[in-house]
């Protein structure tokens, strides 16, 4: 399952945030720093209009969307990676979450207080971002350390790329950089740096903060304004939203919020806003199957070929890939689900090198 990261200062809407997508009160959303102590987990089911249809056609007894895990991560302070504030217990649990979602604050509140007694959103993710890559320069340091001490006699010709590897990481955080590795190099500029595919073997195993998907989301009045863009490392993105807001949709009934969201001239919820975003920012698509049993949705990764895209529904599947049958999924409901699909010219025979596209309809045939 896919795990997003949610972090930020103290009193920036994080909580307030994860309650309002996960439509809970788990998390502790209080006017006073660190009122979040251990990080709060929350699955939330992906909103997907297409289930219901297929379902409908397929006369499916259950729908089964594909699900996404929210963690709200208690908030950073400057001098978290030296162990300020709760420090580098909270850096720890970013981690294990495959994206990182950054919230700055850009509401104006005073009954809410800054941590840093001023609105800067730009201030938020520098502090922030600053922090993300001094705790990774730590990791790195003393890896390059251990490594050094390791290359001796036999051994310094092994080591050799671990090194060299390591000091390119090194110097792009001192420079207070991000981890991004460029893989192209016919892409890098002067200053710019790429990873091989050994090297990145290596990369990988640090676990490294600052090579982890970000997308800003700036949380911001209900009012709408003209926003000003977060300058974040390169291929960081932003989307805006009202934590406020998102907190009083969850309150309400579907139809409710739908209609509230209807009245204020929105066409979407931040939930659905970020999700896309997620999705966008980590390389994602989904695919659907249907039956009478059910309708259910499985997310896999742009590039996927459909082996390892049945091997998600079970891993047994890959080995026993024969063939799937594939069509779209706005076709599967005009030509009424299968047998309806099967003649009308719009269902593909496809192998074990198809790539998997966004919004297709499968079915699998395995072999026993």
Known sequence: MLSIGIVGLPNVGKSTLFNALTRSKLANAQNFP???????????????????????????KKIVPTAIQFVDI??????????????????????EVDAIVQVVREFSDSNVIHVNNKVDPQDDANTINLELILADLQTVSKKLNNAKKDAKGAAAKDMKLTIETLEKIQTQLEAEKFVLPQQDPAHCGADDYFFTEDELAIVKDLHLLTMKPMLYVVNVDEAPINHTPILGQEGTSQIEICAKLEAELADLSPEEAKQYLKELGLNETGLDKLITAGYKLLKLVTFLT??????????????????????????????????????????????????????????RLEGKDYVIKDGDTIYFHIAN
Do not use: M, Y
Request: net charge neutral.
């Open 290 to 347: 249907s039956g009478e049993p059910e309708t259910r949705a499985w997310t896999v990764r742009e590039g996927t070929k459909a082996p390892d895209a049945a091997g998600v529904i079970h891993t047994d599947f890959i080995k026993g890939f024969v063939k799937a049958d594939v069509c779209n999924w706005q076709d599967f409901i005009e030509f009424n689900g299968w047998s309806g699909i099967k003649t009308s010219g719009k269902l």
């Open 74 to 95: 208690a908030g950073l302070v400057k001098g978290a990676s030296e162990g300020q504030g709760l420090g580098n217990k909270f850096l720890s649990h970013i981690r």
């Open 34 to 60: 660190f009122c979040t102590i251990d990080p709060n987990i929350g699955v939330v089911e992906v909103p997907d209009e297409r289930l219901e249809k297929l379902a409908k056609v397929s006369n499916s």
